[in-house]
């Protein structure tokens, strides 16, 4: 039954997608708007064109982006939705985790951005509206936290900041239960958890308190597997990005570190 259900829910968003994305963009041949929706939903990222997501208008760069984050979100959400359990759907704390961390990282990359002059992936000059860096950090923010990868912007021609803000989404990534990569949510917000137990734990030895994430207790086994993964990830990061610098001659320390990180959360 859930199999179904989840069958039913992404081909229910498949079919949604790609007639909004249709009726926003007339021009395009139904193929693009078909390949869009199949690279948004599974947060592949990839495009039918050399400019990407830049190839779109603003109204369909930012229904992708819509779609991108409905794609980082737990499948298993949706079916709660099916089944009429609104409230434990709107309580899960990994979704709200999930929206802040967007939000806030939308909102730091547009102050960043704000008066900056630089170019979309179509070679021409992005305008400098209000509206227009809100929509290109949504669009890089969303598209890059939940791993689908689109551009609309050389975000290369940004500042350092709003470089290194799309670099942590990157080790962030989607919900558990999503198509978004990463670590997911759910294992960054139950690590800073135990950071801020262990911290705890340091100067409040005899304190006894259990680790909850929203209404679950963390159990040790739990509390080990999850260091135990953050801890691989950051290794192969690192290792992934040792082997790239000696490999290659020209390649820098930054670049080997973000295809590394780009890589291994894909």
């Given at each position: 039954d859930?199999?179904r259900?989840?069958?039913?829910?992404?081909i229910?968003l498949?079919?949604?997608?790609?007639?909004?994305?249709?009726?926003?963009?007339?021009?395009?041949?139904?193929?693009?708007?078909?390949?869009?929706?199949?690279t948004t939903?599974?947060?592949?990222?990839?495009s039918?064109?050399?400019?990407?997501?830049?190839?779109?208008?603003?109204s369909?760069?930012?229904?992708?982006?819509?779609?991108?984050?409905?794609?980082?979100?737990?499948f298993?959400?949706?079916?709660?939705?099916?089944?009429?359990?609104?409230?434990e759907?709107?309580?899960?704390?990994?979704?709200?985790?999930?929206?802040?961390?967007?939000?806030?990282?939308?909102?730091?990359?547009?102050?960043?951005?704000?008066?900056?002059?630089?170019?979309?992936?179509?070679?021409?000059?992005?305008?400098?509206?209000l509206?227009?860096?809100?929509?290109?950090?949504?669009?890089?923010v969303a598209?890059?936290?939940?791993?689908?990868?689109?551009?609309?912007?050389?975000?290369?021609?940004?500042?350092?900041?709003?470089?290194?803000?799309?670099?942590?989404?990157?080790?962030?990534?989607?919900?558990?239960g999503?198509?978004?990569g990463g670590?997911?949510v759910?294992?960054i917000?139950?690590?800073?958890?135990?950071?801020?137990?262990?911290?705890?734990?340091?100067?409040?030895p005899?304190?006894?308190?259990?680790?909850?994430?929203?209404?679950?207790?963390?159990?040790?086994?739990?509390?080990?597997?999850?260091?135990?993964?953050?801890?691989?990830?950051?290794?192969?990061?690192?290792?992934?990005?040792?082997?790239?610098?000696?490999?290659?001659?020209?390649?820098?320390?930054?670049?080997a570190?973000?295809?590394?990180?780009s890589?291994?959360?894909?």
């Amino acid at each position: 039954d859930t199999a179904r259900a989840l069958w039913f829910i992404y081909i229910t968003l498949t079919i949604f997608m790609t007639g909004l994305l249709k009726a926003i963009e007339p021009e395009m041949s139904l193929f693009a708007c078909l390949t869009h929706t199949f690279t948004t939903l599974s947060t592949g990222g990839f495009s039918t064109f050399n400019s990407s997501a830049g190839e779109f208008s603003s109204s369909g760069i930012w229904l992708i982006a819509i779609f991108a984050v409905l794609a980082g979100i737990n499948f298993g959400n949706y079916h709660k939705l099916l089944l009429g359990r609104y409230k434990e759907c709107f309580n899960d704390s990994e979704l709200k985790v999930y929206v802040v961390i967007l939000l806030a990282a939308t909102t730091f990359v547009f102050f960043s951005i704000n008066g900056m002059s630089y170019e979309t992936t179509t070679g021409n000059v992005a305008n400098n509206e209000l509206w227009d860096y809100l929509s290109d950090a949504f669009f890089q923010v969303a598209s890059i936290q939940t791993s689908a990868g689109f551009a609309s912007v050389n975000f290369e021609q940004w500042n350092e900041f709003a470089k290194y803000v799309l670099v942590c989404l990157m080790f962030v990534g989607g919900c558990g239960g999503s198509t978004g990569g990463g670590i997911k949510v759910i294992r960054i917000y139950s690590f800073f958890k135990i950071l801020i137990h262990q911290v705890e734990k340091s100067y409040r030895p005899k304190v006894i308190r259990s680790i909850q994430v929203g209404q679950f207790k963390i159990d040790p086994q739990q509390k080990l597997g999850i260091l135990s993964y953050v801890g691989i990830i950051l290794l192969t990061v690192a290792v992934s990005t040792g082997i790239l610098l000696v490999s290659q001659d020209q390649t820098t320390l930054v670049t080997a570190f973000t295809t590394a990180v780009s890589a291994v959360n894909n």
